[in-house]
């Protein structure tokens, strides 16, 4: 699955060669799915089974990557480690677009953010101009408080409970 990534790099009918084995380990190492190379897809859990696509995208040596919903049915140790790569890998010089609900880790890995709202721009800028009480309760409808979090200075997101359920 892996060394599909591969296969922009092949010529026609020729083989995997040296770059392409090791860019397949690399990829395997950084989203620590190297135990899985030799186990079928089909045998991996939902979580498995978005390290070894992610893993997939590195193996191409893209120069851009764009990734919807990269740490679905992960826990928060792979989350983060994905998170992590996808954000050292921007700083290396490659082009990452995250598609993401989670709006703390966005705020907290992102330079920008572009929010959408039914299809249109609500807002576009830093985490700290996108993310604000009026903008965010405007987009989902629903009152929220935006603060600093303290442990990672970005913005951090808490729904609030609604007017009829306080008063519940």
Same mark, same amino acid.
């Given at each position: +699955?892996?060394? +599909?990534?591969?296969?922009?790099?092949?010529?026609?009918? /020729?083989?995997? @060669?040296?770059?392409?084995?090791?860019? $397949?380990?690399?990829?395997? !190492?950084?989203?620590? $799915?190297?135990?899985?190379? /030799?186990?079928?897809?089909?045998?991996?859990? @939902?979580?498995? /089974?978005?390290?070894?696509?992610?893993?997939?995208?590195?193996?191409?040596?893209?120069?851009?990557?764009?990734?919807?919903?990269?740490?679905?049915?992960?826990?928060?140790?792979?989350? +983060?480690?994905?998170?992590?790569?996808?954000?050292?890998?921007?700083?290396? @010089?490659?082009? $990452?677009?995250?598609?993401?609900?989670?709006?703390?880790?966005?705020?907290?890995?992102?330079?920008?953010?572009?929010?959408?709202?039914? @299809?249109?721009?609500?807002?576009?800028?830093?985490?700290?101009?996108? +993310?604000?009480?009026?903008?965010? !309760?405007?987009?989902?409808?629903?009152?929220?408080? $935006?603060?600093?979090?303290?442990?990672?200075?970005?913005?951090?997101?808490?729904?609030?409970?609604?007017?009829?359920?306080?008063?519940?």
């Amino acid at each position: +699955m892996v060394a +599909m990534g591969r296969y922009p790099h092949l010529g026609p009918l /020729s083989g995997e @060669g040296d770059p392409d084995r090791e860019a $397949v380990a690399a990829a395997l !190492a950084e989203c620590d $799915v190297t135990e899985f190379a /030799s186990r079928d897809v089909t045998t991996l859990s @939902g979580g498995e /089974s978005q390290r070894v696509r992610i893993a997939r995208a590195l193996a191409q040596q893209p120069q851009a990557l764009v990734l919807d919903e990269p740490t679905n049915s992960l826990d928060i140790r792979h989350e +983060m480690a994905i998170l992590e790569l996808l954000r050292r890998s921007a700083d290396s @010089g490659l082009t $990452v677009i995250v598609v993401t609900h989670n709006l703390d880790l966005a705020a907290r890995f992102a330079d920008r953010l572009l929010l959408l709202s039914q @299809g249109t721009v609500a807002a576009e800028g830093t985490p700290g101009e996108v +993310m604000t009480d009026s903008t965010l !309760a405007g987009v989902y409808a629903w009152p929220v408080s $935006v603060a600093t979090d303290p442990a990672s200075g970005t913005p951090r997101v808490t729904p609030l409970r609604t007017r009829q359920a306080q008063q519940e």
